[in-house]
Each structure stands twice: as structure tokens, then as C-alpha cells.
């Protein structure tokens, strides 16, 4: 068993318009302490909100932790499971050429190395109360 503190994150970015003006949102559970963290950009992609909630929420973690980290987002949890150690090997690049978001895919491999991740995908808009609470955090951040 682990003696890093156990966190949990649900994360969740919204978009109106894709791209559009766009907000992102993550919920942050230590023991009985939340902390919501949310914000938005003028002109972005939904993914780029999925990709920033999830690196804002890693950021906000001051020592390694061992993180259950929940979203709805395939595009994460596949980018985070499947698909990154490819890219990593290719330089950041995938078979059929550029990376999408690669600042932020980059930055999220850099944020996630201290800590012990379990990913777990939610569906959305399904009732999950954590899930609905950050994707109203993140439609309610959008400029």
C-alpha cells in the first residue's frame, strides 16, 4: 500500500461552439476538503477544455499523490491510456502527422509523472453527481 495521500479529480470542459468560446472545470477531493478550480478562453476546442481541466487540476497538487481521476472525456482517457506512449516514441507526432493540442498533451505528461493515476471514465450527462456539478462549473466559466 502507498503512503502518498489519495486525492480524487473530476474534471470537464464545455464548448459553445466547436471551436468557440470555451470553459473547462476540475473538482478536487482530499478526505472531506474540495476545492473547485474553473476558468475559460474566448476561442478554443472542447478538447483543449477536456486537455486544460485535466492539466489545471494536476497543477493544483502540491506533492505526489496517489489520484483517482474521473472524466467523461474518451479523447483524455484514451490520449492518457492508449495513445500517448506513441506519440512520446514519435517525437509528438502521430502516424498520420501532427499532433492536435501537443502543448498541452505535453504539458499533461509532465504533470501527471509524480503522482500514482488511476483513470476512470464517467458518461456524461448520465447523473453522475460529481460529473454534472463540474460540467455546470464549466459551462458557467465560458466567457
Known sequence: MSDLPEVTIYSDGACRGNPGPGGWAVLL???????????????TTN????????LKGFQALKRPCRVNFYTDS???RRGICEWMPRWEA???????????NVDLWQAL?????PHQVE???VRGHAGHAENERVDRLARDAIP
Do not use: D, P
Open 74 to 76: 474518451e479523447y483524455l
Open 119 to 121: 483513470w476512470r471514465w
Open 47 to 54: 478538447n483543449r477544455m477536456e486537455l486544460t481541466a485535466a
Open 29 to 43: 477531493r482530499f478526505g472531506s476538503q474540495e476545492k473547485e478550480l474553473s476558468g475559460g478562453e474566448l476561442h
Open 90 to 100: 514519435r517525437n509528438w507526432r502521430r502516424k498520420g502527422g501532427e499532433l492536435a
Open 109 to 113: 505528461a509532465v504533470a501527471i509523472q
